[in-house]
């Protein structure tokens, strides 16, 4: 089976830390993704990257970066964490007919 | 705006019941994809459906697609207590396959 690994499940960080999600991915994927996902507002785009090195920002890209060194890993970087960020964050690889998602890592910014 | 919006938002029935929740999706679309969340946890790639096919089964979930509509419906039959879960639809919206979700369905499953 795929799979796909989020580092933590829970993470509680302070405001103006430098937060690192790691994400890795045994089936060489080339597309990974970030999401957040929000009580009523859903699963939001964060970063996509197609191959290593390559990104492109989704729908909601400020106060994150990414980072993919390696075609198995896909980071999501917190510059700055602030209390709006605390949400559950998703990290997905695609295969042909879908996604491969990894168990999420809950992150509440105090 | 959300490409999927599922309807209802949420479903309670009892195991043994049926359930079916419905998806409609605004533009034009090759595939839709369910998936199921857990609580908590991440979401889990049940079925897709191609924009050529009216209807797929997969073990107890049937899924519709009716294009002329830009509709799909989700069946899932005699259901059970682990069938208790959100369920959300996805459509791809540009050629890397990126995917659209809708807001999901909340269901659960009462013994």
Same mark, same amino acid.
């Given at each position: 089976?795929?799979?796909?690994?989020?580092?933590?499940?829970?993470?509680?960080?302070?405001?103006?830390?430098?937060?690192?999600?790691?994400?890795?991915?045994?089936?060489?994927?080339?597309?990974?993704?970030?999401?957040?996902?929000?009580?009523?507002?859903?699963?939001?785009?964060?970063?996509?990257?197609?191959?290593?090195?390559?990104?492109?920002?989704?729908?909601?890209?400020?106060?994150?970066?990414?980072?993919?060194?390696?075609?198995?890993?896909?980071?999501?970087?917190?510059?700055?964490?602030?209390?709006?960020?605390?949400?559950?964050?998703?990290?997905?690889?695609?295969?042909?007919?879908?996604?491969?998602?990894?168990?999420?890592?809950?992150?509440?910014?105090? | 705006?959300?490409?999927?919006?599922?309807?209802?938002?949420?479903?309670?029935?009892?195991?043994?019941?049926?359930? $079916?929740?419905?998806? /409609?999706? #605004?533009? &034009?679309?090759?595939?839709?994809?369910?998936? @199921?969340?857990?609580?908590?946890?991440?979401?889990?790639?049940?079925?897709?459906?191609?924009?050529?096919?009216?209807?797929?089964?997969?073990?107890?979930?049937?899924? $519709?697609?009716?294009? /002329?509509? #830009?509709? &799909?419906?989700?069946?899932?039959?005699?259901? @059970?207590?682990?069938?208790?879960?959100?369920?959300?639809?996805?459509?791809?919206?540009?050629?890397?396959?990126?995917?659209?979700?809708?807001?999901?369905?909340?269901?659960?499953?009462?013994?």
């Amino acid at each position: 089976d795929v799979k796909v690994t989020q580092s933590s499940r829970y993470l509680v960080k302070r405001t103006g830390e430098k937060v690192f999600l790691e994400c890795v991915q045994d089936m060489d994927h080339e597309n990974m993704f970030w999401y957040r996902q929000d009580p009523g507002l859903g699963l939001r785009l964060i970063y996509f990257s197609y191959d290593v090195k390559m990104k492109e920002k989704g729908d909601i890209p400020e106060g994150y970066s990414v980072s993919r060194e390696k075609k198995e890993r896909f980071s999501l970087i917190l510059e700055s964490a602030s209390t709006n960020q605390t949400s559950m964050y998703l990290c997905a690889s695609s295969f042909k007919d879908g996604y491969t998602f990894g168990s999420g890592t809950r992150l509440t910014v105090v | 705006s959300q490409q999927g919006e599922e309807d209802p938002q949420a479903l309670s029935i009892q195991e043994g019941e049926n359930a $079916t929740m419905n998806c /409609s999706y #605004k533009t &034009s679309i090759n595939n839709l994809q369910w998936y @199921r969340q857990n609580s908590g946890r991440g979401l889990v790639h049940l079925i897709l459906i191609r924009s050529n096919e009216r209807e797929k089964h997969s073990g107890r979930l049937r899924v $519709t697609l009716d294009t /002329s509509k #830009k509709s &799909s419906s989700l069946l899932i039959t005699a259901s @059970r207590a682990a069938d208790t879960a959100s369920y959300f639809c996805a459509t791809p919206y540009d050629s890397w396959g990126k995917l659209q979700f809708g807001a999901g369905t909340q269901v659960v499953v009462t013994p």
